[in-house]
């Protein structure tokens, strides 16, 4: 088994995941240049947070045309696991692979703290280890991480079960005051009608050994390992 | 025969969706004396200097995939401008 970290200029996250994935998980991470233009022998891809491209023009909008993303794209339709974290949820908003968008927190202030996160769908390879309704801790840093879509979207993402995280309380209620930063429905995170395509906001590579303060994140990438070995199986 | 052509590609957040940073410059703005400022929206301007006559219809496509997110913004395509 092998997993593709993606490096874009500006990539910063790159290295975190990488170690949650060797040295959280024994497993085998390459990183994979934004130059590349095949993704082929890797069974998933991981899109790292960071400021990919500057940040120029709006988050992710350039690396969404960047030569590897065009791989992951046909890899995404085809079924293979794509996670993108932060940046990288941003990024895949961009290519179309998920729906909405990232905009500016509403305090306009880039946020960097321990949020408290409800799992609402675990028929994701990414979740599938974890029962629905858990807590987790993970922290988000961002300056814009607002998720937003249009009435109709948000509603079909919600009926479709697409909504996999969101921002609650510490009795697990999506209230205003667990929003950190104006998202829509508090989602922190959704994924394709088929779930092989996740985007999160919060920082599980950030979050995945208790020396940095929490482990709750380890269960996502453990999550995806557990499916690809038993697809492998 | 040599000219240049100036197009200017105009984005702008939709008004359906949240400006904060429109917010903060409203509010500045009526800190500073106009108090009767609305809404204030903060947009950005793409020039866009051709060398010969630009394919209009091109860019068009190219502002839909690229320059503008159209989930959360619009464009217009300002006419050529004389350099």
Known sequence: MKIAVVRFPGSNCDQDCWRALTDGLGVRAEYLWHKETSVAGYDAVILPGGFSYGDYLRCGAIAAFSPVMQSVIKAAQTGMPVFGICNGFQILCETGLLRGALIRNRSLLFLCQPVSLKLENNRTPFTRLSEEGTILSMPIAHGEGAYYADDQTLRELEEGGQVVFRYVDQHGQPTPEANPNGSRNNIAGICNPSGNVLGIMPHPDRSWDRRLGSEDGLQLFRSLVDTLLSVAA | ?83
Not at chain 2, 13 to 22: E, F, M
Not at chain 2, 57 to 65: F, M, P, Q, S, T
């Open chain 2, 1 to 83: 025969m040599f000219f240049a052509v100036k197009l200017e590609v105009v984005v702008m957040p939709k008004r359906s969706v949240l400006d904060p940073q429109g917010v903060a410059v409203r509010n500045a703005v009526r800190e500073l004396g106009l108090a009767n400022v609305g809404t204030v929206r903060v947009g950005k301007i793409i020039e866009l200097e051709f060398t010969g006559e630009p394919d209009e219809a091109k860019l068009d496509e190219i502002c839909r995939d690229l320059l503008c997110n159209q989930v959360i913004e619009d464009y217009r395509i300002l006419g050529a401008v004389p350099k």
